[in-house]
């Protein structure tokens, strides 16, 4: 009986610790799996970094390149900004040059004007001087042409006379 007591605590033992390894094991393979699923979803976790990673350098690679493209542009831009200052002060200076011809220009129209409409009436009165030359001129012309005229007559008249006799 005492032995039956024992074989049975052994049994309960037994059992006992039967239900444990099982727990124990059950346990194990739980955490075996959860640990397998845990370092898979690690893993995916991971190449999903990888491939997140490859992307933005990827991309970062692109906007280095296209910062470099702008930034030329924009040194470009500058530079033709620059040369456009320069052009627009160098007009500036022509445009003041240019007002004061203009006033200078403006002044001299001015007296030449005014020197035009006094020489009219010089000019005027020299046009009716000319006139009158010519026309003393003209008779004067005349006159002397008659008395040539006279005279080649009285040669003519003078030498047949004289060639008749």
Do not use: P, W
């Not at 039956?4 to 799996?33: G, P, S, V, W």
């Not at 240019?98 to 001299?108: A, D, T």
């Not at 009436?121 to 040539?148: N, P, W």
């Amino acid at each position: 009986m005492k032995r039956n007591i024992e074989l049975q605590k052994d049994c309960k033992r037994l059992n006992f610790l039967l239900r444990a390894t099982k727990k124990l094991r059950a346990y194990e393979e739980k955490e075996t799996e959860s640990q397998l699923s845990l370092q898979r979803e690690m893993n995916n976790n991971c190449s999903e970094m990888v491939n997140e990673v490859g992307r933005l350098r990827t991309k970062v690679g692109d906007l280095s390149q296209q910062l470099e493209i702008e930034s030329k542009k924009c040194m470009q831009l500058e530079a033709q900004n620059q040369d456009l200052r320069e052009e627009l002060s160098t007009m500036r200076g022509n445009h003041e040059k240019l007002e004061k011809s203009k006033c200078q220009l403006k002044e001299e129209q001015a007296n030449l004007k005014h020197h035009l409409e006094t020489n009219m009436v010089d000019r005027s009165q020299l046009e009716q001087y000319k006139r009158e030359m010519e026309e003393r001129a003209g008779q004067e012309i005349r006159q002397r042409l008659q008395e040539v005229n006279l005279v080649l007559q009285r040669r003519c008249s003078l030498i047949s006379s004289f060639d008749e006799q």
